[in-house]
């Protein structure tokens, strides 16, 4: 059964970069593609973006500017940079996947990491 | 960018009644809709896909229905399980794969 482990995130500064790493077990990492989702408080779910194993990335428009993916195939992880946060930023950050290339729906999630962007 | 519109937003239902939640898209999405149950601290869960597909290991009591632009999810029996947050994601016309705002549903 695959399961999902995240860890990172935390307090940040205002203009500060986030970053949050989602480490997979269970399975492969090849043949999916990896995304973030965030929950702001009191707010509903938000996509981020998303990665593949053979690096190809979809965005959010409204984060694009600010978004920076990777992934680590030899290592099952995949990562998340956000660059200059803001308060808006501050969210429970969850990683999932769905399957590649079709379709778009999550089939596994992560527990979620608390990012607070605070001075 | 297409909204998704859920209602009611918070639904207060007893144990072992019928729950009804509705989801409306802002433009038509066909049958691409997904339902995920979220309780507190922990990950969200996948039910249905396909508008009406259960996922692998839900309980029959959870059925998906609708096209186009307006989807139910329907819980038949409550269990206490069941009290939860859901949310309904399209994942027709991306970016960006969009959200429901989420149907928090308690027991009255």
């Known amino acids: 059964q695959v399961q999902l482990q995240q860890w990172g995130g935390g307090l940040v500064k205002p203009s500060e970069t986030l970053s949050l790493t989602c480490a997979v077990s269970?399975?492969?990492?090849?043949?999916?593609?990896w995304s973030w989702v965030r929950q702001a408080p009191g707010k509903g779910l938000e996509w981020v973006g998303e990665i593949n194993h053979g690096g190809a990335r979809n965005h959010n428009p409204s984060l694009k500017s600010r978004l920076a993916m990777s992934i680590d195939t030899s290592k099952n992880q995949f990562s998340l940079q956000l660059k200059s946060v803001t308060a808006a930023d501050t969210a429970v950050y969850f990683c999932?996947?769905?399957?590649?290339?079709?379709?778009?729906?999550?089939?596994?999630w992560g527990q979620g990491s608390l990012v607070t962007v605070s001075s | 960018e297409i909204v998704m519109t859920q209602s009611p937003a918070t639904l207060s239902v007893s144990p072992g009644e019928r729950a009804t939640l509705s989801c409306r898209a802002s433009?038509?999405?066909?049958?691409?809709i997904a339902w995920y149950q979220h309780r507190p601290g922990q990950a969200p869960r996948l039910l249905i896909y396909?508008?009406?597909t259960r996922a692998t290991a839900i309980p029959a009591r959870f059925s998906g229905s609708g096209s186009g632009t307006e989807f139910t999810l329907t819980i038949s029996s409550l269990q206490s399980e069941d009290f939860a947050v859901y949310y309904c994601q399209q994942y027709d016309t991306w970016p960006p794969l969009t959200f429901g705002g989420g149907t928090k549903l308690e027991i009255k």
């Open positions: 999932a996947r769905r399957a590649a290339p079709k379709p778009e729906y999550f089939q596994v």
């Open positions: 433009q038509s999405i066909d049958n691409h």
């Open positions: 396909g508008a009406s």
């Open positions: 269970g399975g492969s990492i090849s043949g999916y593609y």
